[in-house]
């Protein structure tokens, strides 16, 4: 399956009062390499082994293979992942058609705060709500797999 996204910064917490559902999300990473990464999710009482590809030119298109998992399989291959495991809250906001995936980043990445939107096609357009910040789709640094190794409190003056 193909996976297409772009990611932003959020400006402020408005979208809390928008949200429609909402779940804590841990996640770390088997594998970090720029080919391809090999991530293991706890979402609630959910759990998930998902590899992504190597993103298109525009970085907005890449290969995504997702399968559910058990809490326990989750468990023991987090203590398998390289170092940095990811903690945040997920929001699901709807905005026209479209529904958008804020990321309230805790532990290392605190501070951090990163909107997602699914799209059928790369150029597909979308309405963008107020508290939408600058795109940085592409911007390998906002990548959850990056942030596991280079959190948002280590950048100094970015």
Not at 14 to 39: A, C, M, W
Not at 47 to 61: E, Q
Not at 96 to 102: A, C, P, R
């Amino acid at each position: 399956m193909i996976e297409i996204e772009r990611k932003f910064l959020v400006t402020s917490l408005d979208f809390i009062t928008e949200k429609s559902n909402s779940y804590t999300i841990k996640q770390g990473f088997l594998n970090t390499h720029p080919e391809r990464t090999v991530r293991v999710r706890i979402k609630d009482k959910s759990a998930f082994l998902t590899i992504k590809g190597k993103p298109n030119a525009s970085h907005r298109s890449r290969f995504e293979w997702e399968k559910q998992i058990t809490i326990t399989e989750a468990e023991n291959l987090l203590k398998l992942c390289e170092r940095g495991v990811i903690d945040k809250t997920r929001y699901e906001v709807q905005s026209g058609s479209h529904t958008f995936e804020i990321d309230v980043f805790e532990g290392d990445n605190k501070g951090l705060t990163i909107a997602e939107v699914e799209l059928s096609e790369e150029n597909e357009t979308f309405l963008k709500p107020d508290w939408l910040g600058e795109e940085v789709t592409g911007d390998t640094k906002y990548y959850n797999s990056q942030l596991s190794k280079t959190p948002f409190n280590t950048w100094i003056n970015d």
